[in-house]
């Protein structure tokens, strides 16, 4: 009867250790949703693994083809993709429509829910709000900013706002016109920031989450330098700091944020690139890390990830490095879910990078080879459940 007892106990103890295995395998796979600014046949959005404890990416399989589908987000819940029709400057193609996506993540597919105008011409980046119940949009052709609803059941709905920007600024090619570059909720949900690469400003504007309507502040925006072009931004994670990268410019400016009325204070500017380097270059993404304690920015023409280092008191900025991502005109990036990655999109050589990320210096050290995917733009990451 023991001996009984005891081959039972161990089986028992078998399984659970297989099951606790699967658990902890489970749990390092996430799904890598990976965007492209181009059109036609077998374009659009394609998925790959990612394991976040040995680093390993495989290679992107196409789930759905898409009209240039340049930059998306995913729903917190995970079961629903918003997708930016952004445009093909080779094939002449302007998009103007944002796309909802419902996500089968067992199946590894995604299906068109519908599509609601963005707007304005070619949508460039899309956001989120907190009470998960609007998209905001950037329509970089369209130069303006638009609020969208979400319905229940994922669909996009009304359109709740549309600003659109007028004027220009000092560049007679690049801005002759506005060309909002994007847009992001401060940690509030109460304020919208929106970057305008063309008229050299980025704009403040109050946001109603109750009804999606946009309001100018007061002041209704900050100017930069002539000829800096914002492009993107991002909140150091105490919210009392805002960094904003300048694509023409390639530079960071560092605000002073209060969350209470929305106005920014600029405290400095900081070039993205080394002192001796005296190439052409356009900045693109730019995200804090969530540990406040470094910035990274992305480089084309230098080819590299900026590493900055942040005084949490001061919020000033100050570079570390530039790490090459090994390929060309590197567009977007993004930390996995343990921040213990980084995977950068090098759209100009088609391929895609991983880092391995040190949470103490900052530094960036590539793991394996870039990984082929065709002219790789947004990136996401989903948890495999």
């Not at 394609?46 to 898409?66: C, M, R």
């Not at 193609?93 to 105008?117: A, R, V, W």
């Not at 970089?140 to 920007?165: F, M, P, Q």
């Not at 400003?201 to 209704?220: H, Q």
Request: aromatic share 10%; glycine share 8%; hydrophobic share 40%.
């Amino acid at each position: 009867m023991k001996s009984i007892h005891k081959s039972l106990f161990h089986f028992v103890f078998t399984i659970l250790i297989i099951w606790l295995s699967t658990q902890f395998v489970t749990a390092q796979d996430n799904l890598v949703f990976f965007g492209t600014h181009s059109v036609g046949t077998q374009k659009g959005i394609s998925v790959a693994h990612f394991n976040s404890k040995t680093g390993i990416l495989t290679k992107p399989e196409l789930v759905a083809e898409a009209p240039a589908p340049a930059y998306f987000i995913i729903h917190p819940d995970g079961k629903s993709l918003y997708v930016c029709n952004s445009n093909d400057f080779a094939k002449g193609y302007t998009g103007q429509t944002i796309s909802s996506y419902s996500i089968d993540s067992k199946k590894e597919s995604i299906t068109l829910l519908n599509q609601q105008s963005s707007g304005g011409a070619d949508p460039s980046y899309i956001c989120m709000d907190a009470s998960k119940k609007f998209v905001l949009v950037a329509n970089y052709k369209g130069s303006s900013v638009t609020v969208i609803a979400i319905n229940h059941d994922g669909r996009l709905g009304e359109i709740t706002a549309n600003i659109k920007h007028t004027g220009r600024s000092i560049d007679t090619v690049r801005q002759t016109q506005p060309y909002v570059h994007s847009v992001r909720l401060d940690p509030t949900n109460r304020f919208a920031l929106v970057a305008d690469l063309g008229l050299d400003k980025l704009f403040v504007y109050r946001f109603n989450s109750k009804t999606g309507s946009l309001e100018p502040n007061d002041p209704p925006f900050v100017k930069v330098s002539p000829g800096s072009g914002p492009r993107h931004l991002a909140f150091h994670p105490n919210g009392k700091f805002v960094y904003l990268i300048n694509e023409m410019a390639s530079t960071v400016i560092t605000f002073a944020w209060d969350s209470a009325t929305g106005k920014l204070t600029e405290l400095q500017t900081s070039s993205t690139l080394p002192a001796d380097f005296k190439g052409k270059n356009a900045c693109a993404e730019i995200e804090v890390y969530p540990n406040g304690k470094f910035l990274y920015a992305s480089n084309r023409g230098h080819e590299s990830l900026a590493v900055f280092a942040i005084n949490n008191t001061t919020g000033k900025i100050s570079l570390l490095e530039c790490i090459p991502t090994l390929g060309h005109s590197p567009r977007n990036f993004a930390f996995d879910p343990t921040f213990k990655w980084l995977i950068v999109t090098n759209h100009g050589s088609d391929n895609a990078m991983v880092f391995k990320v040190d949470d103490k210096s900052g530094h960036l050290i590539p793991v394996g080879e870039p990984v082929p995917i065709v002219y790789p733009f947004g990136i996401r990451f989903l948890p495999v459940k």
